[in-house]
């Protein structure tokens, strides 16, 4: 966990706190639980932040990343809960930009290991992040045809 924290920081002092972007300060502000439910209007705000640019989908995914390392080991899984329907929101309304980037391989493994025995999760949050890693693998290999269909019609 030290080592996470390290390049956290590292992280943080070269591309700056993905919670001073714009994008960024939305989904924290979308995650957080004193809003009482999940808010739609705010988590459909944050796909068309996403969808506005290249830079936008690499802060989101940066933010969501650091928001689910800052309320796991917290225990606050209130919070934990709002930032995977965040999370989930985008994948299903945002561009493959962000989509190649939340449907990576790394972000998977950090998904899970989020889950891992040292945060204790309830078992709901666990079956939660292991569904939207199912999410992801489908998203993953729908990209995986689309580009392989683009390339054959090129190659005629």
């Known amino acids: 966990m ?5 390049t956290e920081k590292v992280t943080d002092l070269f591309q700056g ?20 439910s999940e808010n739609w209007a705010l988590f459909m705000e944050i796909c068309d932040l996403i969808n506005e640019s290249e830079e936008s989908a690499k802060d989101a995914a940066r933010a969501i990343r650091k928001r689910l390392h800052v309320v796991m080991p917290a225990k606050d899984f209130e919070a934990a809960q709002l930032v ?7 994948v299903k309304n945002c561009n493959r930009r962000f989509q190649a980037l939340v449907c990576s391989k790394d972000f998977a493994h950090e998904l899970v290991k989020t889950i891992g025995p040292a945060n204790k999760p309830p078992v709901i949050l666990q079956e939660r992040v292991l569904g939207l890693v199912q999410v ?12 392989s269909v683009m390339r054959s019609k090129t190659d005629r």
């Open 2 to 6: 030290a080592v996470a924290n390290l």
């Open 17 to 36: 706190n993905p919670f001073a972007t714009e994008v960024g300060h939305k989904i924290e502000q979308a995650s957080d639980p004193k809003l009482g």
């Open 136 to 147: 992801c693998f489908l998203v993953r290999c729908a990209l995986i045809v689309k580009i």
């Open 84 to 90: 995977l329907t965040v999370l989930e929101t985008c």
